[in-house]
C-alpha cells in the first residue's frame, strides 16, 4: 500500500473580491485547484423556506486536459466531478443551511462555491475537497439582523434586514457543520494507492478506484466509485477503515495551514495566507 500524499500547498485569500478563497497545489507545481466562495442574498425556495441554498459547480481548464481527446471528455469529467462532490457535501450536512436564512421565506443566503482545476496531474477529486474545505474554512459573512417592521395592508408582518457593520474584522465564518475531505484508494496492479499522478491515472493504469468522504470527526460520509469500477461489497469496510486515519492526518495539516483550531475557529478573523502540509 502507499497511503502517503504529495505535499499540499495551501494559500487561501487569494480572490481579493470573494467571500473566501483558496488555492491548493498536490505536489510541485502537479495539481492546482482554485475554490472561491461567494454569497448572495436572496428569497429560500418555496420547498424550504427556513433554509439558505448551496450551489457546487467543478470544472477543469481545457489546458489541464490536454491528455484527454475530446472536448466532450472534459464535459462528463466537469459533470462527474461536480455530481460527487455535491452529493458529499449535502450528504455530509456540511454547512448548516437553516442558519443561513435571515427571515424565513423571505430573504437567506445563497452560497456558491465555484471550483477550477487549473492543472490536472491525478487525483482532482481529492484535490478539489481540499481546496473547497480551505475556502470553505475560511469565508466570512457581513454580520446582517433580522428586523420586524410592523404589518403590511394584509396584515402580515414586515419583515426585513440591517447590515449590523462592515468592518471586515467583524465579519463571521460560515455555518460549518461537517465539512467533509475526499480520500481515493486506487487499484493499481495488487496494490493500494492514495493520490495518483497523471501518468498512474493514464488508460488502463487504475483497475478500480473508490472516494471516500471523511468528515472532521472520522465519520464517513459518502463513497463514490470511480474509473475502472469500483470494489467488491465485502472489500469496501475494511478499506473505508484504512481511509479514515489517512484523512484525519490530511485535515490535521490542512487545519495548520489555516490557523484553524478544532472547535473549527480560525485563529485569526482577516487577511490572506497559508501554509504547506506534507503528508
Known amino acids: 500500500r502507499r497511503i502517503d500524499y504529495r505535499e499540499i500547498s495551501v494559500a487561501v485569500d487569494v480572490h481579493p473580491s470573494a467571500n473566501g478563497s483558496a488555492r491548493v497545489i498536490l505536489g510541485q507545481g502537479a495539481t492546482e485547484v482554485l475554490a ?18 448551496l450551489e457546487v459547480n ?3 481548464s481545457p489546458l489541464a486536459l490536454l491528455h484527454r481527446e475530446t472536448a466532450r471528455d472534459g464535459e462528463d ?3 462527474d466531478l461536480t455530481k460527487a462532490f455535491e452529493t458529499f457535501l449535502v450528504r455530509a450536512e456540511a454547512l448548516d443551511m437553516e442558519a443561513l436564512c435571515i427571515t424565513p421565506g423571505r430573504f437567506g443566503w445563497t452560497i ?7 492543472e490536472g496531474q491525478g487525483n482532482l477529486l ?6 473547497a474545505y480551505a475556502a470553505l474554512r475560511t469565508a466570512r459573512l457581513p454580520k446582517i439582523d433580522a428586523i420586524s417592521g410592523g404589518l403590511d395592508a394584509a396584515n402580515n408582518p414586515i419583515e ?5 457593520s462592515t468592518d471586515i474584522t467583524e465579519a463571521i465564518g460560515l455555518p460549518i457543520k461537517n ?5 481515493s484508494l486506487n487499484r493499481i496492479g495488487n496494490f493500494l494507492v492514495v493520490d495518483t499522478a497523471a501518468d498512474e491515472e493514464a488508460e488502463g493504469g487504475v483497475q478500480g478506484r473508490v472516494t471516500v468522504a471523511v468528515d472532521e470527526t472520522g465519520h464517513v460520509c459518502g463513497i463514490h466509485k470511480g474509473a475502472g469500477g469500483g470494489f467488491p461489497a465485502r472489500e469496501l469496510q475494511g478499506m473505508t477503515q484504512h481511509v479514515v486515519p489517512i484523512a484525519l492526518k490530511v485535515l490535521e495539516g490542512l487545519k495548520a495551514a489555516l490557523g484553524v483550531e478544532d472547535g473549527g ?3 485569526s478573523q482577516g487577511g490572506s495566507g497559508g501554509g504547506k502540509t506534507s503528508r
Request: hydrophobic content about 40%; some cysteine.
Open 36 to 53: 472561491v466562495v461567494k454569497a448572495e442574498l436572496s428569497q429560500p425556495s418555496h420547498e424550504h423556506p427556513k433554509r439558505g441554498k
Open 58 to 60: 467543478v470544472e477543469v
Open 77 to 79: 469529467l466537469n459533470a
Open 112 to 118: 456558491y462555491l465555484d471550483v477550477l482545476v487549473l
Open 126 to 131: 481529492d484535490t478539489v475537497s481540499f481546496a
Open 160 to 164: 426585513d434586514f440591517e447590515l449590523s
Open 179 to 183: 465539512l467533509p475531505i475526499c480520500i
Open 265 to 267: 475557529k480560525g485563529k
